[in-house]
């Protein structure tokens, strides 16, 4: 069978530029639509069994040994509670009551030493890109450990004073005297 030069030229345009052409037009009809995640059925097609529930006490009307009998399954379902990291286990052996650690005092031992406040000579205070503070006569900035344990928490520039913080969580304010 011969295929005259024009019907394949023809069948050669249909597939190049008909073809694909349909086909996005059927895509844009789709999504226009919402596609078919949105598609849905027409009024009165879903056809129900029984009707839907009225309210709660439709729900919940369970006499008082269906109740139980439910209370009984889920205990007997439950999965074992693992052991609680916040109880320790010499208090649940009872070797050591709960009460005499809540009443006691700690010892001279437990507790922290008082903070010695540290006497700095705070000289200047310097505000731009970077606030510094002269302190000891040493060049300091925010975040730099001034003596054991404290560091440089803030530069106030405009009411020349400074803010040092204790590992402890002890902070102590200094201002510069001229």
Same mark, same amino acid.
Do not use: Y
């Given at each position: 069978?011969?295929?005259?030069?024009?019907?394949?030229?023809?069948?050669?345009?249909?597939?190049?530029?008909?073809?694909?052409?349909?086909?996005?037009?059927?895509?844009?009809?789709?999504?226009?639509?919402?596609?078919?995640?949105?598609?849905?059925?027409?009024?009165? @097609?879903?056809?129900?069994?029984?009707? @839907?529930?009225?309210?709660?006490?439709?729900?919940?009307s369970l006499s008082d040994g269906e109740i139980d009998q439910l209370r009984l399954a889920s205990t007997l379902s439950a999965t074992p509670i693992s052991r609680n990291p916040f109880v320790s286990s010499a208090i649940k052996s009872g070797e050591v009551d709960i009460k005499t650690l809540l009443v006691e005092e700690p010892t001279e031992d437990e507790r922290p030493a008082a903070i010695e406040i540290p006497e700095i000579e705070l000289t200047s205070i310097a505000d731009g890109r970077e606030k510094i503070a002269v302190?000891?006569?040493?060049?300091?900035?925010?975040?730099?450990?001034?003596?054991?344990?404290?560091?440089?928490?803030?530069?106030?520039?405009?009411?020349?004073?400074?803010?040092?913080?204790?590992?402890?969580?002890?902070?102590?304010?200094y201002a510069l005297t001229r």
């Open positions: 069978m011969k295929i005259s030069r024009r019907a394949a030229s023809c069948v050669t345009l249909v597939l190049q530029v008909v073809a694909p052409a349909l086909l996005v037009a059927g895509i844009r009809a789709i999504s226009i639509h919402g596609g078919p995640a949105r598609a849905s059925a027409a009024p009165g @097609a879903l056809q129900r069994d029984q009707p @839907a529930p009225a309210g709660p006490e439709e729900v919940l302190i000891n006569g040493r060049v300091s900035r925010i975040g730099d450990t001034i003596l054991d344990g404290w560091t440089l928490r803030e530069i106030d520039a405009g009411d020349q004073f400074i803010v040092l913080h204790h590992s402890t969580g002890v902070e102590q304010e």
